[in-house]
């Protein structure tokens, strides 16, 4: 296991180095996603002002509170409270989301499934965990968001946020066919069967 300090935007070699259970802490810029902006942008074929090539998304509708345009909050919004929501209900945007923007890494909680796994394998990338409960200590990684796009969508607006020390983070699925999630069903199937043997039961 490894630990990295990674600057966004990142490299393909970059996003190959890291390994399941590794952890890593990003700089400089996170842009928040969610269903709504996923929907406008892949099924009815809207398009961003963002550069998203080589950066990391999370799976966000945060919390912010409208304030006056300022160097201060550039964007017009304070953060509230930026949380993290659960990631498999987006599984069918992975591939999209890493041929058509150039995404690296994907942040959330809950982990996704093979269509994702074999999106980071092939283009290079992985999934980032974050414990869910945690939304507090998040928000305090976030310094500012500097920038809003399809804000007619808001909370689910697509967020440009700067962050600072955002981490760690588990490297929880890999572009190697690494998957925590994968281990944790293989030992719960491996557990249930035992415990169902032992109680004299058959499925």
Same mark, same amino acid.
């Given at each position: ?11 393909? $070699? ?8 590794? @952890?890593?802490?990003?700089?400089? $810029? ?32 945060? +919390? ?7 160097? *201060? ?12 929501? $659960? ?34 394998? *092939? ?30 969508? +808001? ?26 999630? @994968?281990?944790? +069903?293989?030992?719960?199937? @491996? +557990? ?12």
């Amino acid at each position: 296991m490894a630990h990295y300090e990674l600057t966004m935007p990142v490299s393909e $070699t970059q996003a190959r180095a890291l390994r399941v259970n590794d @952890t890593v802490t990003l700089q400089t $810029t996170l842009y928040g996603i969610r269903d709504a902006s996923y929907i406008a942008l892949f099924d009815k074929g809207r398009h961003t002002r963002f550069d998203l090539n080589g950066h990391a998304v999370i799976h966000t509708a945060p +919390n912010v509170k409208k304030v006056p345009v300022s160097a *201060e909050h550039p964007a017009g919004y304070a953060p509230v409270c930026i949380g993290t929501t $659960t990631s498999d209900r987006m599984e069918r945007f992975t591939r999209a989301l890493m041929t058509q923007t150039g995404v690296r890494f994907i942040v959330g909680k809950g982990g996704m499934r093979e269509g994702s796994l074999a999106a980071f394998g *092939e283009i290079g990338g992985a999934y980032l965990a974050i414990i869910g409960g945690t939304a507090a200590l998040e928000t305090t990684w976030v310094e500012q968001i500097e920038d809003v796009d399809l804000d007619d969508l +808001n909370p689910e607006s697509l967020w440009k946020f700067r962050i600072r020390n955002f981490g760690p983070l588990l490297v929880a699925m890999d572009s190697h066919g690494g998957s925590l999630y @994968t281990e944790v +069903n293989a030992k719960v199937a @491996t +557990n249930r069967a035992a415990a169902l043997a032992r109680l004299g039961l058959t499925v």
